[in-house]
Antibody, heavy 119, light 107 residues
Framework: QVQLQQWGAGLLKPSETLSLTCVVYGGSFSGYYWSWIRQSPGKGLEWIGEIDYSGSTNFNLSLKSRVTVSLDTSKNHLSLKLASVTAADTAVYYC?????????????WGKGTTVTVSS | DIQMTQSPSSVSASVGDRVTITCRASQGIGSWLAWYQQKPGKAPNLLIYTASSLQSGVPSRFSGSGSGTDFTLTISSLQPEDFATYYCQQAKGFPLTFGGGTRVKIK
């Protein structure tokens, strides 16, 4: 059974870079897309972007200029970096898997990491 | 971006009730729609994809219908574990977008 375990810094100051990691246990990167999604009380669920095994990416244009998503297939790691954070980036961040049976629908999720941006 | 609008925002129901939640897309999305259930402090859980396909392991009391711009999630007989918030998500185009959620509460 595939499980996603995620971690990262939970408290950031404005202008810092958010950095999260998601590890895939019990499965492979190959054949799937790996997404980052965030959830805040103000904006609900917001899809940030995705990457596949080959490194092909798609991003939410509203965040694209600040987002970096990468894979380390040797470690089964998925990473998210979000630069120049503000209070508006305060949210619970999730990593999630989609495809091939459910393309563009997220069938496995991490437990979420709460990130707070405050001076 | 494709906007997803859910109604109602909350509904109160009793165990055994039939519950229907609606999701409307701002433009036609074919059958590119999913439904998720989320409980407090947990990640969303995929229930339905491509509008009407039941995800493996999801009870058959959950069903989805619709195409184009109007979609429905139905819980045929509400169970105690079904009290949660439900979200729709379109997969027709990037960015993937979600509805604002419908909270199913105990009456």
């Amino acid at each position: 059974q595939v499980q996603l375990q995620q971690w990262g810094a939970g408290l950031l100051k404005p202008s810092e870079t958010l950095s999260l990691t998601c590890v895939v246990y019990g499965g492979s990167f190959s054949g799937y897309y790996w997404s980052w999604i965030r959830q805040s009380p103000g904006k609900g669920l917001e899809w940030i972007g995705e990457i596949d095994y080959s490194g092909s990416t798609n991003f939410n244009l509203s965040l694209k200029s600040r987002v970096t998503v990468s894979l380390d297939t040797s470690k089964n790691h998925l990473s998210l970096k979000l630069a120049s954070v503000t209070a508006a980036d305060t949210a619970v961040y999730y990593c999630a898997r989609s495809g091939p049976a459910t393309p563009y629908y997220m069938d496995v999720w991490g437990k979420g990491t709460t990130v707070t941006v405050s001076s | 971006d494709i906007q997803m609008t859910q109604s109602p925002s909350s509904v109160s129901a009793s165990v055994g009730d039939r519950v229907t939640i609606t999701c409307r897309a701002s433009q036609g999305i074919g059958s590119w729609l999913a439904w998720y259930q989320q409980k407090p402090g947990k990640a969303p859980n995929l229930l339905i994809y491509t509008a009407s396909s039941l995800q493996s392991g999801v009870p058959s009391r959950f069903s989805g219908s619709g195409s184009g711009t109007d979609f429905t999630l139905t819980i045929s007989s509400l169970q105690p574990e079904d009290f949660a918030t439900y979200y729709c998500q379109q997969a027709k185009g990037f960015p993937l977008t979600f509805g604002g959620g419908t909270r199913v509460k105990i009456k």
